[in-house]
């Protein structure tokens, strides 16, 4: 996901593992209550279980281990956002475990700084860049290179029939 420059964008502002983060709603389907999971048996722990959003089985995706950030329990201030993101392999679909939903907010491009490559505390490779909010720094996260690279890794460790 890219901005462009001098354009503002809106922003849903959300809670993983503590940190504040900042979602394009250009991606943004719906944001539910917690619904019943189900553990998806030999999954790897970034989708290890789905969601039924009204009839259709959707990835139940955290992303606290891919940016550094700690695991949570779910509480009453839980959501799930329904996010449409465009892969390699096309569009997808996922259900992105929230640990609180904030507000709405619009952004403007130069606001968002790119992160640094040698940042020590979040993946340069999966974040869009930071920027300073209130009271905190606030990451965007690329939600696009991070399920294509998880998708990539599932691809990459499922075996070749008839080997």
């Not at 619009?106 to 920027?131: D, T």
């Amino acid at each position: 996901m890219t901005m462009q420059s001098g354009a503002d964008a809106t922003f849903l502002l959300i809670v993983i593992g503590g940190q504040k983060l900042a979602l394009n709603t250009i991606m943004i389907r719906e944001i539910l209550d917690p619904l019943p999971e189900t553990r998806v048996p030999s999954a790897r722990p970034f989708a290890a279980k789905v969601v039924n959003i009204r009839g259709t089985v959707v990835p139940l995706v955290t992303i606290n281990e891919m940016l550094n950030l700690p695991p949570t329990e779910r509480t009453h201030k839980s959501r799930i956002v329904v996010v449409n993101v465009t892969t390699p392999r096309g569009p997808v679909q996922i259900a992105l475990a929230a640990d609180a939903v904030l507000s709405v907010t619009s952004i403007k491009a130069g606001a968002i700084e790119p992160l640094s490559r040698v940042s020590q505390n979040w993946p340069a490779e999966y974040l869009v860049g930071l920027y300073r909010d209130d009271d905190a720094f606030v990451i965007v996260p690329d939600l696009e290179q991070i399920i294509s690279n998880n998708l990539a890794k599932r691809s990459e460790a499922q075996p070749v029939k008839g080997a």
